[in-house]
């Protein structure tokens, strides 16, 4: 019997194990590596006004973005509930509790992004979240996932089918002959503003 892959990843974040992952990635550590890591990212000539997120959960990312820029307008969608409601208790952000592949909205996005939210997507799937990223976006689209030059399955908290490594950047590029505008790494191990290994590839749209 074939797995079905996004609905098993799908239950997996929508429930019990999305509502541990606020627990763990909820507090003051984490929004401060944030806003050290977007201070980097989104720079004030990009002159970006908009930004959706694909997998936003509580808003940790959005939230720094708007201690940084409080201009800019945010959006984030997520398939967990409570990390929605705890979203839009911020008041920072248009909230939207979907799934990633459903979602669908007639605006576009200065910049689409994600952040610790493809290495989750079933490898078949992929495409469907890149044609999100690629049709929302107006200009920039910020990938910041686990690197791997090779796709590489791992194991998840000891789960088989939830983690998986790969150049999402690269994909990116070549299916849309996108512009490759900046990228970096940011060390776990950074002893002021950690972050969790994370490569990140700012990318551009062709005019």
Same mark, same amino acid.
């Given at each position: 019997?074939?797995?079905?892959?996004?609905?098993?990843?799908?239950?997996?974040?929508?429930?019990?194990?999305?509502?541990?992952?606020?627990?763990?990635?909820?507090?003051?550590?984490?929004?401060?590596?944030?806003?050290?890591?977007?201070?980097?990212?989104?720079?004030?000539?990009?002159?970006?006004?908009?930004?959706?997120?694909?997998?936003?959960?509580?808003?940790?990312?959005?939230?720094? $973005?708007? !201690?940084?820029?409080?201009?800019?307008? #945010?959006?984030?969608? +997520?398939?967990? =509930?409570?990390? /929605?409601?705890?979203?839009?208790?911020?008041?920072?952000?248009n909230a939207y509790k979907d799934t990633l592949y459903n979602f669908k909205t007639r605006?576009?996005?200065?910049?689409?992004?994600?952040?610790?939210?493809?290495?989750?997507?079933?490898?078949?799937?992929?495409?469907?979240?890149?044609?999100?990223?690629?049709?929302?976006?107006?200009?920039?689209?910020?990938?910041?996932?686990?690197?791997?030059?090779?796709?590489?399955? $791992?194991? !998840?908290?000891?789960?088989?089918?939830? #983690?998986?490594?790969? +150049?999402?950047? =690269?994909?990116? /590029?070549?299916?849309?002959?996108?512009?490759?505008?900046?990228?970096?790494?940011?060390?776990?191990?950074?002893?002021?503003?950690?972050?969790?290994?994370?490569?990140?590839?700012?990318?551009?749209?062709?005019?």
């Amino acid at each position: 019997m074939v797995k079905d892959l996004k609905k098993q990843t799908e239950k997996f974040w929508s429930g019990s194990s999305g509502n541990q992952y606020i627990l763990r990635t909820n507090n003051s550590e984490h929004l401060k590596s944030n806003i050290s890591f977007f201070k980097r990212v989104i720079k004030k000539k990009y002159k970006i006004k908009n930004i959706l997120e694909f997998g936003c959960n509580i808003g940790l990312n959005l939230e720094a $973005i708007n !201690y940084i820029d409080k201009k800019i307008n #945010l959006t984030g969608v +997520d398939i967990n =509930k409570q990390a /929605i409601d705890v979203l839009k208790s911020k008041n920072i952000a248009n909230a939207y509790k979907d799934t990633l592949y459903n979602f669908k909205t007639r605006k576009k996005f200065d910049l689409t992004f994600t952040k610790g939210v493809l290495i989750h997507i079933p490898p078949k799937h992929l495409s469907e979240i890149y044609q999100k990223l690629f049709n929302y976006s107006n200009k920039y689209i910020l990938i910041a996932e686990y690197f791997s030059p090779k796709p590489t399955k $791992i194991k !998840y908290r000891g789960f088989s089918d939830l #983690l998986y490594k790969r +150049d999402f950047a =690269k994909d990116l /590029i070549k299916k849309y002959n996108m512009d490759l505008v900046d990228y970096g790494f940011v060390y776990s191990l950074d002893k002021k503003n950690p972050l969790d290994d994370i490569n990140w590839f700012l990318l551009k749209k062709k005019v």
